[in-house]
C-alpha cells in the first residue's frame, strides 16, 4: 500500500484498509526490533519535533523510532523556534519544509498541526493536539489486536472525559475499524454531535455501534475499559470541578464488576493520576498491558514514519 508523502493529521484522513495496513506494518517492525533488527528505511532523512507539550511517550517513540530506521531525529521545543510567535506558523512551515523531510507537531491547536502540513510541503505528523491523538489510537488498536487477535466485533468502552482528544480519536477509529464504541461520560461531558454523526457513517459502513452513556451500566459486555486523565493539558484550573463531576466514572473493581466478563482488560493511554480517573490497585493489576499500550507508541509511529516517508 502507497502511503508515500502522506500526513497523519487525524484518522479521519485515512481508510480503513490504510488504518489496517500501519498496525500490520507496526507489528512486523515490532518483531524485527525484538530480533535485534533495525531498518534503514529512513536513511538520509532529517525529522523535526516541535513540542508545544511536553512528552514522555511521543517524543521518545518518534526519536528511537526515527533512529531505528537510520533518520535523524532533531527536537525543536517551544524556547527553540519562533512558531506563531515572532513569525507564522506559514512561514516557519515553508521553512522547515526546505530543510528537513518530516515534521512532528505536538501542541494545542489542530489549526496549527494542519497548517504545517499545508505549506511545508513534507510529510506532517500530529503528535497530539487538543483535538486529536491519532499515532495514540495505533498504539491502542496494536495492542487490543495483540490481546485479542482481531479488532472488529470488540466492544470498547471509554470512561471519563467524553469529549477530549482521545474520546474524539478513539471514536473515529473504533467506527473505522468496526469496534463497538461506548463514551461513558456525564451529559456535560459528550464529544459534539458534529463528530458523533460523522462516526456514526463510518459505523453504518463498518457495521459497528457508536453509544453515548451516562451510566455505568454500559460497561456491560466490555471487552476493554479506556480511560485518560480527567484534566488534559491547559486545563488545570478546572481539575476540582472535574473530579466531582467524574468521580462516578472512576475505573475501578465495582465498574470492572459491571462488565459481567472475566477477561475484560484496562486500557490507559498515560500518565496516569491515580486515584483519580484510575484506581491504583486497577492499574497494577493491568499494569502488563498498559505499558505494552505504551511501549506500541514507538512501533506504531515508526510504522507512520516508514509508511509515509520511508525508502520502501
Request: net charge neutral; hydrophobic share 35%.
Amino acid at each position: 500500500m502507497n502511503l508515500k508523502g502522506r500526513s497523519f493529521l487525524t484518522l479521519k484522513d485515512y481508510t480503513p484498509e490504510e488504518i489496517a495496513y500501519l498496525i500490520d506494518l507496526a507489528a512486523e517492525l515490532k518483531e524485527k526490533k525484538k530480533q535485534g533488527i533495525t531498518g534503514n528505511h529512513l536513511k538520509g532523512k532529517n525529522i523535526a519535533l516541535i513540542f508545544e507539550k511536553p512528552s514522555t511517550r511521543t517524543r521518545s517513540a518518534f526519536t528511537v523510532g526515527c533512529v531505528d530506521e537510520g533518520g535523524h531525529p532533531e527536537y525543536l521545543g517551544k524556547e527553540d523556534i519562533q512558531l506563531g510567535h515572532k513569525e507564522s506558523v506559514e512561514d516557519t512551515a515553508r521553512v522547515l519544509g526546505r530543510m528537513y523531510d518530516g515534521i512532528e507537531f505536538r501542541g494545542f491547536t489542530q489549526e496549527t498541526v494542519e497548517k504545517l502540513a499545508k505549506y511545508s510541503g513534507v510529510p506532517v505528523w500530529n503528535g497530539l493536539t487538543d483535538t486529536y491523538h491519532p499515532t495514540q489510537i495505533l498504539a491502542d488498536f496494536l495492542t487490543l489486536k495483540e490481546h485479542f487477535g482481531k479488532l472488529k466485533g470488540l466492544k470498547l468502552v471509554y470512561a471519563g472525559d467524553g469529549r477530549n482528544n482521545m474520546a474524539n480519536s478513539l471514536m473515529i477509529g473504533s467506527s473505522k475499524m468496526g469496534i463497538d464504541f461506548t463514551i461513558l461520560a456525564p451529559k456535560a461531558l459528550w464529544p459534539g454531535q458534529k463528530l458523533v454523526d460523522l462516526c456514526q457513517t463510518y459505523a453504518k459502513v463498518s457495521k459497528s455501534r457508536i453509544t453515548l452513556a451516562d451510566s455505568p451500566d454500559a460497561a456491560e459486555g466490555a471487552d476493554a475499559i479506556y480511560t485518560d486523565v480527567w484534566c488534559s493539558m491547559g486545563e488545570e484550573e478546572k481539575a476540582a470541578e472535574r473530579i466531582k463531576l467524574l468521580k462516578p466514572y472512576q475505573v475501578n473493581h465495582q465498574l470492572l464488576a459491571r462488565t459481567n466478563k472475566e477477561d475484560t482488560i484496562v486500557l490507559h493511554c498515560l500518565p496516569a493520576v491515580k486515584g483519580n480517573e484510575i484506581t491504583e490497585e486497577v492499574f497494577e493489576r493491568f499494569s502488563d498491558v498498559i505499558f505494552d499500550q505504551a511501549e506500541n507508541r514507538m512501533h506504531t509511529i515508526k510504522a507512520v514514519m516508514v509508511a509515509t516517508l520511508g525508502n520502501m
